[in-house]
Nanobody, 117 residues
Framework: QVQLVESGGGLVQPGGSLRLSCVGS????????MGWFRQVQGKQRELVAD??????NYADSVKGRFTISRDDAKNEVYLQMNSLKPEDTAVYYC????????????WGQGTQVTVSA
């Protein structure tokens, strides 16, 4: 059974930084493109960053501010978020970038990021 556990969220002022972490079990991160997604209540979940081998991709809205990294030996993926804006407020989740049934059927609880003065 796949289990994904996100952590590191919180309340931060605009311009601040947070580092999110995700640890997985029941799935080998190293063989998958891994992504960070975010969801605002009432809206679709969106992919904001992904990583596989030496390649990373970012949504235009976070490019230059967020950095995704991973430690496949630990089965962990991270998201460094700098210069945070109120519109970054959302619940953040990690998962495989592309649909993998047993992983996408097991989304974690996510971690809430709130950017507010």
């Amino acid at each position: 059974q796949v289990q994904l556990v996100e952590s590191g969220g919180g309340l931060v002022q605009p311009g601040g930084s947070l580092r999110l972490s995700c640890v997985g079990s029941g799935i080998i991160f190293s063989i998958y493109p891994m992504g960070w997604f975010r969801q605002v209540q009432g809206k679709q979940r969106e992919l904001v960053a992904d990583s596989f081998l030496d390649r990373t991709n970012y949504a235009d809205s976070v490019k230059g501010r967020f950095t995704i990294s991973r430690d496949d030996a630990k089965n962990e993926v991270y998201l460094q978020m700098n210069s945070l804006k109120p519109e970054d407020t959302a619940v953040y989740y990690c998962n495989t970038k592309y649909y993998v049934p047993r992983s996408w059927d097991s989304w974690g609880q996510g971690t809430q990021v709130t950017v507010s003065a």
